[in-house]
């Protein structure tokens, strides 16, 4: 029989970006070299913040049974419970604490169903959100699993920095829910050696590097932008600088509005942000209060026109904050650097992004929340066109980032691919 799997994550397919995004291609790649997986989560939400078709009227617990691309028998299985939450329209920091909460109880209930039934010999918990590490914790000491605690956001750290909770007790509370979590985990792991390095100040323990990844024969260069420029319904001599993904409280990306307005006197110069949200909307109504004519709001790109809609850009901005600098590594890059993109990259020295940037040569760096700097960057790209940049970060995509290498890696480093698991 095969190894079962665990994940319990708030995010999950089909959502198209951040952390949903890499816990469904994850659970789908465990599932194709057979392990049987098991999936507690939500409806999917993110990044609009509101149910995604087709999944609008459900408003109790559902199971889903994944069907499986081939017919090979050595292929696992999925299974997907999908649990009621509330979702907060507005996503202040109270509405999203509330959020993850709701989660937190409807998980709970189905947790207690699993406790019954054949047993998960690992169980994977992924943060945010934090408090569900108390379910996995729960699962390990009744059934004796494994439990592994992944990384995606420093959760308590992100709320802290970037003022997002103020009340001190509340902040207490995550950081000591932190500790427990940690401490209870046989594995840690993360996605950069920044994040490594900010947990291993909380806890004495190895943590595993389980870097974000990218399809590389899925992303990957394409030539003829002036072709795809027309595609996407845009003239081939426009220049596109382009935002693509989540927009929230560590990004800060209102700076490409006032990039957008110092640079509007070049003709063909087109600024995309696309994304979905309520900070979406948000930035809508600042772009048309500004008078902006250079900027175009698009939805998030279906995944079948990513590839062409990444390949038509002439630069990728990827703008974060100064106190986010080092609790992320932003998603969006993955890709970016698979399609060979020439990236600006918000980000200051001594953060891990700065100094792999730096040391790859496969991004133009600029100073985090300097805005004449940006805008001398985006000029001057224009102007410049860094091509071996371009190189450079398809090269490192393909020895680093392809999802095989990433996730073969993670097997071994977490003991998930040991001949020693009883199978049970």
């Known amino acids: 029989m095969s190894k079962r799997i665990l994940l319990i994550s708030g995010f999950f397919s089909p959502e198209l970006t951040g952390i949903g995004k890499y816990n469904g291609e994850m659970i789908q790649w465990?599932?194709?070299?057979?392990?049987?997986?098991?999936?507690?989560?939500?409806?999917?939400?993110?990044?609009?913040?509101?149910?995604?078709?087709?999944?609008?009227?459900?408003?109790w617990y559902k199971k889903e049974i994944v069907k499986r691309r081939d017919a090979f028998d050595s292929l696992g299985s999925i299974t997907v419970y999908r649990c009621p939450h509330y979702i907060a329209k507005n996503p202040t920091s109270k509405a999203r604490i509330f959020q993850d909460f709701t989660f937190f109880i409807s998980a709970f209930f189905q947790v207690f169903v699993l406790l019954f039934r054949q047993k998960h010999h690992f169980v994977i918990q992924v943060t945010p959100p934090l408090i569900t590490g108390l379910l996995a914790i729960l699962y390990k000491k009744i059934r004796g699993s494994k439990f592994i605690c992944h990384i995606q956001d420093l959760q308590a750290d992100a709320a802290n920095n970037l003022k997002m909770v103020r009340s001190k007790k509340i902040i207490q509370i995550l950081f000591a829910l932190e500790k427990k979590i940690l401490k209870r985990a046989d594995n840690i792991s993360s996605i950069s050696f920044g994040m490594i390095c900010k947990i291993k100040s909380k806890i004495n323990k190895p943590i595993i590097l389980f870097p974000n990844w990218s399809d590389t024969t899925f992303f990957y260069p394409l030539p003829n932008k002036a072709f795809l420029k027309e595609e996407f319904g845009f003239k081939k001599e426009n220049s596109i600088v382009l935002y693509s993904g989540a927009i929230g409280e560590k990004q800060g990306i209102e700076s490409i509005l006032h990039t957008a307005k110092t640079l509007e006197s070049i003709s063909d110069l087109r600024f995309i942000i696309c994304a979905n949200g309520p900070y979406h909307k948000k930035l809508e109504e600042e772009s048309k209060k500004m008078q902006l004519k250079n900027v175009v709001f698009l939805p998030l790109q279906p995944l079948e026109k990513f590839n062409r809609f990444l390949n038509m850009t002439d630069i990728h901005l990827v703008i974060q904050k100064n106190n986010a600098a080092d609790l992320v590594m932003p998603s969006k890059l993955t890709n970016i650097l698979a399609v060979g993109g020439i990236s600006i990259v918000t980000a200051n020295p001594g953060t891990t992004l700065y100094e792999l940037l730096k040391q790859h040569q496969m991004g133009i760096l600029v100073e985090a929340e300097h805005q004449e700097a940006l805008n001398n960057a985006v000029r001057n790209a224009l102007q410049i066109r860094p091509e071996e940049c371009a190189k450079n970060a398809r090269l490192y995509?393909?020895?680093?980032?392809?999802?095989?290498?990433?996730?073969?890696?993670?097997?071994?480093?977490?003991?998930?691919?040991?001949?020693g698991v009883p199978i049970l």
Do not use: M, R
């Open 397 to 419: 995509a393909e020895k680093n980032l392809g999802i095989n290498h990433v996730l073969k890696n993670f097997l071994i480093d977490s003991a998930i691919d040991s001949a």
């Open 30 to 59: 465990f599932s194709e070299q057979g392990y049987d997986c098991t999936v507690i989560t939500t409806y999917p939400f993110y990044p609009q913040w509101k149910l995604k078709e087709p999944y609008t009227n459900h408003l």
